[in-house]
């Protein structure tokens, strides 16, 4: 072994990562606002960096299979009727089936506009609604 290494036992590690626990831990209390990186970004150039460093190194088999959950869960099998309702009427408004108007069945007003199924069992029939009047449907207040 080279001189000047110095090789931690794994009882040596064991009282290291013991003695850094909750309240010794420096960062221990320290979310939101309190984190140091609070609010900060990286640049661009220092993700470019930190991109190209991991380059080449495998990724842990727990992480891949994260990732390939989640990306699943994209694409699952709808599980129950409103899934399967909300999937058809975005893939006809993709599609151009059934085009978003610009203002609200109800109140005629103008910005985001929602489709509100009144009966899943039909996804292309949708009253097109602005939040305010799609919030006073579901409450019953219409």
Not at 92 to 105: H, N, V, Y
Request: charged fraction near 30%; charge should be positive; aromatic fraction near 8%.
């Amino acid at each position: 072994m080279p001189s000047g290494v110095y090789v931690r036992t794994e009882e040596h590690k064991r009282h290291i990562s013991e003695s850094l626990k909750g309240e010794n831990n420096g960062m221990y209390g320290k979310s939101g606002e309190k984190h140091p990186m609070y609010g900060k970004h990286w640049s661009e150039e220092h993700n470019r960096k930190i991109s190209e460093s991991k380059k080449g190194i495998p990724m842990p088999e727990e992480s891949i299979q994260k990732m390939r959950d989640s990306w699943l869960d994209c694409y699952r099998a709808p599980t129950d009727i409103k899934d399967r309702c909300h999937r058809v009427y975005v893939n006809a408004l993709k599609d151009g089936i059934i085009t978003r108007p610009s203002i609200c069945e109800l109140c005629h007003s103008c910005g985001r506009i929602i489709g509100h199924h009144e009966d899943y069992n039909k996804p292309i029939d949708v009253l097109w609604l602005c939040d305010s009047c799609h919030k006073k449907v579901h409450h019953g207040s219409f």
